[in-house]
C-alpha cells in the first residue's frame, strides 16, 4: 500500500513558472525523498531531506519537510520543458525501504 | 561506470507461465530492492537484499513470487503461474555499503529502467 499523498495528482505550467508539489506521509521516517520519473524509464534521485532537517536546496529544487505535520513539498524554480515528468516522494524508515506516494505529472510547456 | 541495468526490458507472458526478470546492480553496491509499479502508480516496495541474505520479503504479493541474489550480486526474481494481475513495471534499484558514503547521500538508491511485465 503507498503510504504518501501527493497533491496535486497532475500539474501543467509555462516554462520559467515556478512547480509545487506537496507530499504527505502517516508514520514517522528517519528520511525522504524525491524522485523523477520520466517516461517509460527508471526513477532518478533528485534530493533527500532527513528527518531533523527542515529545507533542503540542490540547484533549481527547494525541498521542506514539517514532520509535525507529516507532510513535504517540492519546489522546481524557473521550470524547464525538460522537467516534464512524474515526480515522487518516498519515505524510508530506516535502512531503505522506500514507500512511494502515487506521484505528481508535471507538463511544462515551452 | 555503468548503472543499474534490468532484462529483460519487456516480457510477455500468457497466464500461467513462469517469468524471471533479471538485475544487474552497480558493481559493489551492497542493498538491492525490488519493486512493482503498477500502470499510473508509484512503486511499491517487493523485497531487499543486503549481499546474498533477502532481510525483508514482506512485500512480495503471493508465494508465486519468488526472489533471489545468490552471490551477492545478480539478482532474479521469478513469477510462478504469472497472473493478468502481475502486469506491471518491476524495478530493480541498489545502494552502496553506508561505510562509502557521505553522510547527506546515505540510502539514495540507483533504479534500473525496469522490466515491463505483460500478462495476457
Known amino acids: 500500500s503507498q503510504q504518501g499523498e501527493e497533491d496535486p495528482q497532475a500539474l501543467s505550467i509555462q516554462e520559467g513558472e515556478n512547480a509545487t508539489m506537496n507530499c504527505s506521509y502517516k508514520t514517522s521516517i528517519n528520511n525522504l525523498q524525491w524522485y523523477r520519473q520520466n517516461s517509460g524509464r527508471g526513477l532518478v534521485h533528485l534530493i533527500l531531506i532527513r528527518s531533523n532537517e527542515r529545507e533542503k536546496h540542490s540547484g533549481r529544487l527547494r525541498v521542506t519537510l514539517d514532520t509535525s505535520k507529516k507532510s513535504s513539498s517540492l519546489l522546481i524554480t524557473a521550470s524547464r520543458a525538460a522537467d516534464t515528468a512524474s515526480y515522487f516522494c518516498?519515505?524510508?524508515?530506516?535502512?531503505?525501504?522506500?514507500?512511494f506516494g502515487q506521484g505528481t505529472i508535471l507538463t511544462v510547456h515551452p | 561506470g555503468a548503472g543499474v541495468s534490468q532484462s529483460p526490458r519487456y516480457k510477455v507472458a500468457k497466464r500461467g507461465q513462469d517469468v524471471a526478470l533479471r538485475c544487474d546492480p552497480i558493481s559493489g553496491h551492497v542493498s538491492l530492492f525490488w519493486y512493482q509499479q503498477a500502470l499510473g502508480q508509484g512503486p511499491e516496495f517487493l523485497t531487499y537484499?543486503?549481499?546474498?541474505?533477502?532481510?525483508?520479503k514482506s512485500g512480495l504479493p503471493s508465494d508465486r513470487f519468488f526472489a533471489e541474489r545468490p552471490e551477492g550480486s545478480v539478482s532474479t526474481l521469478k513469477i510462478q503461474r504469472t497472473q493478468q494481475e502481475d502486469s506491471a513495471v518491476y524495478l530493480c534499484?541498489?545502494?552502496?555499503?553506508?561505510?562509502?558514503?557521505?553522510?547527506?547521500?546515505?540510502?539514495?538508491?540507483?533504479f534500473g529502467p525496469g522490466t515491463r511485465l505483460t500478462v495476457t
Open positions: 518516498a519515505t524510508d524508515p530506516s535502512y531503505g525501504k522506500l514507500t
Open positions: 534499484a541498489s545502494s552502496p555499503p553506508l561505510w562509502r558514503l557521505e553522510p547527506s547521500r546515505s540510502y539514495e538508491q540507483y
Open positions: 537484499f543486503q549481499n546474498e541474505a533477502q532481510l525483508d
